[in-house]
């Protein structure tokens, strides 16, 4: 298997898939970053753990129905094309 385009793109979608799928309860608050674990004060710079936090909401909240059709095209990809 030669390392090309679409095996970049192919490993990029399994890592936005596997941030969409983190359940908070179940895992993020074990590990420590849970909800009530990111709280800061007023005019605090947030820091690198609150701005992954942010990442992981907003990617769970934003790309949940747009990696359904990704994940459909590349599916279809690798049965026509193997």
Same mark, same amino acid.
């Given at each position: 298997?030669?390392?090309?385009?679409?095996?970049?793109?192919?490993a990029a979608?399994?890592?936005?898939?596997a941030?969409?799928?983190?359940?908070?309860?179940?895992?993020?608050?074990?590990?420590?970053?849970?909800?009530?674990?990111?709280?800061?004060?007023?005019?605090?710079? &947030?820091?690198?753990?609150?701005?992954?936090?942010?990442?992981?909401?907003?990617?769970?909240?934003?790309?949940?129905? &747009?990696?359904?059709?990704?994940?459909?095209?590349?599916?279809?990809?690798?049965?026509?094309?193997?």
């Amino acid at each position: 298997m030669a390392f090309t385009l679409y095996s970049l793109i192919q490993a990029a979608i399994l890592c936005v898939n596997a941030v969409a799928v983190l359940h908070e309860e179940r895992f993020l608050s074990k590990i420590g970053w849970g909800v009530d674990q990111s709280v800061g004060g007023f005019g605090d710079e &947030p820091g690198v753990k609150v701005q992954m936090m942010n990442l992981v909401r907003s990617v769970r909240t934003v790309m949940r129905v &747009p990696l359904i059709a990704v994940n459909a095209v590349c599916i279809v990809l690798l049965l026509l094309f193997g």
